[in-house]
Structure formats: C-alpha cells, structure tokens
C-alpha cells in the first residue's frame, strides 16, 4: 500500500493500536471457593475416615473392599510407602498414602469415574486422577521385580512341571495371547487404536504360567495391531530369537527316553510355530493324530485365557472403556498385571476351572508361515506322544 506522507503512515499505525487496547477483554470465570465444601467434609465424611475404619475390623469386608487382605494391603502398602510419601504444608495437610493406596484399589476394583471418587473420598477429581497415577507408576517401578519372576532355567522347570500336572501337556513352559483392553477414543489417534472388533483398544499381550500367573506381559500397542506382529516386535520374541531366555534344551519325557522334545510355549493359530513355540494345525481335513494335538494344545492354552478372566473379573476397571489419557491407560494395565499376580500369590488357591470335555471347535484357520522343518518336527512328536505314549482317557470324545 502506498501511502501519501510518513506523518499518514504514523496516523494508520496509532490508530490500529488503540482499537487494539479498546478490544473487549474475554470474560473469565473467577474461581468461588479455594477448597469445595464437600471436599472441606473429607476428613469426616470421607470413605478413608468413615467407611474404611469400620471394614477393617471385619476381614471379610475388607477383602472385598479392596480386592486383597488386610496383610497384603499392609505389605503392599510399605512397597510404595517413600515414593508416594509427599511432605505437608503451611496450607494444607497431604493425603497419606494408605488413603492414596485405597483410593487406587477402589478405581481398579469398582471402574468407578474420578467424579465417584470426588464424591465417595471427597477429593478433587484432578487431584483423584493424579492419586492413580502416582499410585499406579509406584506399583510397577516398586511392586514389579517381586511379582514377576526371575525367567532363568530353574523357573522354566517349575512352570513345566505345573503344566504337566494341570494340563497333562510335558514340556510346556508358558501360554501366550493378546487381550484388547477397551479405551474410549484417543484425541488425535486417527485409527490406529481401532480394533478388527470395531471397537477402540490398547493390547495387552501376556504369557502365564498354569497357575494363572502372568510371567511376561506387553503393554501399549495399537488396537489395530494383530497378535503375531505385537509378538514379533516383543522382547520376549527377541530374546527367543537370540537363545538368551534360558530355556532349558530338548530332554526325554515320561514315557519316552529315547526321543528329545523341545521345551515350548503354546499359542493360538494367530502366531508363527517355532522350535519353542507351537500352534495348532492349521486346515479342516486333519488326522486324528492332529485333531487330538490341536485338543491337548487347546487344554495348555486356554490358561492364558483363563488368566485374562480372572484378571477382569477381580479389577473391573477393565469392564468398561477406560476413560483416560493413553500414558495413565498404560500405566492403569500395567499396575492391575501387578496387583493380580502379587493378591493371587498371597491370598487365593489354585482354582482349575479348565474342564476335561473342552474342545477346539473355536480354533479357526490361518494363513501363517508354517514354520520351519525343526518346529515342524517338534510339532509331530507331540501328536505323536498325545496319540500313542501318553494319551487321555476322554480325548477320544473330545475331539
């Protein structure tokens, strides 16, 4: 723009700045209160202060109330004692981290909303969702190393021992699968989290022991994600891979000392078979000596399965579409696998629920690589072994 005089240009440019300062300013909301008034109530109306005081007499109750016993809690509670620990000050006094721990196990426990917890411990529902998260990072970064254990040779023979005993599967050492956790949409994730179920999801994919212990788990990837490539890209694989898991060498079982079988891990049709993992036959047209491997494998793997359940079932949280930023979701999964294998180690008996009569009319074909000659071989030996060394009494009905 070409303007007539240095003095027109100077008029244009005061005028612009003044109707700048006249603009109105935007309205803001001023703050009422500094502490809500169902939150000035807590320390007399609160859960922590009313309802906890009287289950903890009542052992029943409190196991109930937050999902483990009153001496898991406590030990529980030491674990995470000096890293959620936070100091008072001149303006308020902090929450302690038994009410943090409690508040924690309520959420997971019930799937209740921040909001429940606004109303039901009388905290703000910020300072709610920023007690989980704390809660929730303590228990994998403090909790971890003692409810996972240790994979080394010595566990691997544990873990088959309970395999054999439990599932008549020898040389079994874990089952491996993907459970889609349900989110609602994540703001800026496209389709990425969006699952071949149609709906949104975070996996977690876990290996278990017969027990129902998890001995390995995978937390964050994409919905869209399929099992095999989450498993690719897992350490566990990795270490698979590269011979560093530790798994004990091919031995003779019960029934056969002249033939070596390899110690393996048991999935579904969804993953690749290898030297130390197997899968069912793949096709319709099966043998009766692969029909009854892919019904002693279905028995070894519906444990994994079976972990999933008890899981959901015991932290509810999972039953409904978790609600929250992607990194808290994580941080959510993550602590729960803790919680259950440490409740489960110390409070509850072995429940076997896998019946005799299951079979694998829910097994489905698939396109996988069929692997290479010595998983094959592997393979064999087993619907070898199950058919003529080591059958079962009702596998002939099952199948």
Not at 148 to 175: D, Q, R, T
Not at 198 to 214: E, G, I, K, Q, R
Not at 259 to 283: H, K, Q, S
Request: include cysteine; aromatic fraction near 12%; hydrophobic fraction near 40%.
């Amino acid at each position: 723009m070409d303007y007539d005089s240095e003095d027109d240009f100077l008029f244009l440019l005061a005028a612009s700045a003044l109707a700048l300062r006249k603009k109105p300013k935007k309205n803001r909301t001023k703050r009422k209160l500094w502490i809500h008034p169902i939150v000035m109530e807590r320390n007399k109306k609160g859960y922590f202060n009313t309802i906890y005081k009287e289950i903890c007499e009542d052992p029943e109750n409190f196991l109930n109330f937050t999902r483990m016993s009153k001496e898991s809690y406590q030990e529980l509670l030491l674990l995470i004692q000096e890293p959620c620990t936070k100091a008072n000050t001149t303006m308020r006094e902090s929450i302690s981290v038994e009410e943090k721990l409690l508040i924690t196990l309520r959420y997971l426990a019930t799937g209740c909303s921040f909001v429940d917890l606004h109303y039901a411990f009388r905290i703000g529902k910020s300072t709610a969702s920023l007690i989980v998260q704390e809660v929730c990072k303590a228990l994998w970064a403090h909790v971890r190393q003692m409810a996972f254990p240790v994979l080394n040779a010595e566990k691997w023979m544990e873990i088959a021992e309970g395999f054999k005993k439990h599932s008549n599967f020898p040389n079994c050492i874990g089952a491996i699968d993907g459970k889609h956790i349900r989110l609602i949409r994540p703001s800026n994730s496209g389709s990425m989290f969006y699952n071949y179920k149609n709906y949104f999801s975070m996996v977690l994919f876990a290996m278990c022991d017969s027990n129902y212990l998890f001995t390995y788990i995978d937390v964050g990837s994409y919905g869209k994600s399929s099992d095999s490539g989450i498993f690719k890209n897992s350490t566990l694989f990795e270490k698979m891979v590269n011979g560093t898991l530790h798994i004990p060498a091919a031995a003779p079982i019960e029934g056969d000392a002249t033939t070596d079988y390899p110690f393996v891990i048991v999935g579904d049709e969804a993953f690749p078979l290898l030297e130390n993992l197997l899968r069912p036959y793949g096709g319709s047209n099966l043998t009766y000596n692969k029909k009854n491997f892919n019904y002693r494998l279905s028995r070894a793997r519906r444990y994994i399965e079976c972990a999933f359940g008890i899981l959901a079932n015991k932290w509810r949280i999972f039953h409904r579409p978790i609600n929250v930023q992607i990194d808290l979701a994580e941080d959510i999964i993550k602590a729960c696998c803790v919680l259950h294998n440490f409740v489960r180690v110390r409070d509850e008996n072995r429940s076997d629920n896998i019946e005799a009569g299951t079979t694998y009319d829910n097994l489905t074909v698939d396109s996988f690589s069929r692997g290479n000659p010595r998983a094959l071989n592997g393979q064999d030996k087993f619907a070898n072994y199950f058919v003529n060394i080591y059958p079962l009494e009702w596998q002939n009905e099952s199948i």
